[in-house]
């Protein structure tokens, strides 16, 4: 009997991170697949030696230069391609692991911010969303430093708007309300889906 695979996602700003930590406090396994990427793309990670033959300049001694990349691909949709073509199987590697270490979990949580960008919703038994008001995310992601408000357009035009995400989604997890709230909706999901699995 395999784990229950909850999906969590979500667009930049909207307080996912924050409901990921709500589901590893409940006792859930949580793979983190941002987290994967800064690791495989760390001094020594997987992926750098492609990423700088892919993109000449975007590394250094400590991996890839994030910003550099970002430079070198965002708004440029041949270029992201090319990335994720490199990218996204080392994660599904690192992924695999992360569910063979984890098979005696009654639930675990993928935490993908493209999960229906990159069609990731098709591997998972359901989805969480975590939502906000648009003014609250924009007042949360301008206020990271080195963001601006160009930059925080290009990314989210390449994701799915937060109105589709919900549409599609099995949970919405609300994050503009206080953090008490927020932890019930956790808690009402994980108790859904623990029913689900036979829990």
Same mark, same amino acid.
């Given at each position: 009997?395999?784990?229950?695979?909850?999906?969590?996602?979500?667009?930049?700003?909207?307080?996912?991170?924050?409901?990921?930590?709500?589901?590893?406090?409940? @006792?859930?396994?949580?793979? &983190? !697949?941002? %987290?994967? *990427?800064?690791?495989?793309?760390?001094?020594?990670?997987?992926? =750098?030696? +492609?990423?700088?033959?892919?993109?000449?300049?975007?590394?250094?001694?400590?991996?890839?230069?994030?910003?550099?990349?970002?430079?070198?691909?965002?708004?440029?949709?041949?270029?992201?391609?090319?990335?994720?073509?490199?990218?996204?199987?080392?994660?599904?590697?690192?992924?695999?692991?992360?569910?063979?270490?984890?098979?005696?979990?009654?639930?675990?949580?993928?935490?993908?911010?493209?999960?229906?960008?990159?069609? @990731?919703?098709?591997?998972? &038994? !359901?989805? %969480?969303? *975590?939502?906000?008001?648009?003014?609250?995310?924009?007042?949360? =992601?301008? +206020?990271?430093?080195?963001?601006?408000?160009?930059?925080?357009?290009?990314?989210?035009?390449?994701?799915?708007?937060?109105?589709?995400?919900?549409?599609?989604?099995?949970?919405?997890?609300?994050?503009?309300?206080?953090?008490?709230?927020?932890?019930?909706?956790?808690?009402?999901?994980?108790?859904?889906?623990?029913?689900?699995?036979?829990?």
């Amino acid at each position: 009997m395999r784990p229950v695979l909850l999906g969590l996602t979500g667009s930049i700003g909207m307080g996912k991170s924050t409901v990921a930590a709500m589901f590893a406090e409940q @006792g859930v396994p949580v793979f &983190d !697949a941002d %987290a994967a *990427v800064h690791r495989l793309q760390a001094k020594g990670g997987s992926v =750098v030696a +492609a990423i700088e033959s892919a993109f000449p300049g975007t590394t250094d001694a400590n991996g890839v230069d994030r910003q550099a990349l970002g430079r070198a691909v965002l708004g440029d949709d041949a270029a992201m391609k090319r990335l994720e073509a490199i990218v996204h199987p080392a994660v599904a590697a690192e992924r695999a692991a992360f569910l063979a270490a984890h098979a005696d979990a009654p639930v675990v949580l993928l935490d993908i911010p493209l999960l229906f960008e990159t069609g @990731g919703d098709a591997g998972v &038994d !359901a989805v %969480a969303v *975590v939502s906000a008001a648009a003014e609250v995310q924009r007042t949360r =992601v301008l +206020a990271r430093p080195g963001m601006t408000a160009a930059k925080l357009d290009a990314i989210l035009a390449r994701q799915l708007p937060d109105a589709d995400k919900r549409a599609r989604a099995d949970f919405v997890i609300p994050t503009d309300v206080p953090l008490d709230r927020t932890r019930e909706a956790v808690r009402h999901v994980l108790a859904c889906v623990t029913a689900r699995a036979g829990g």
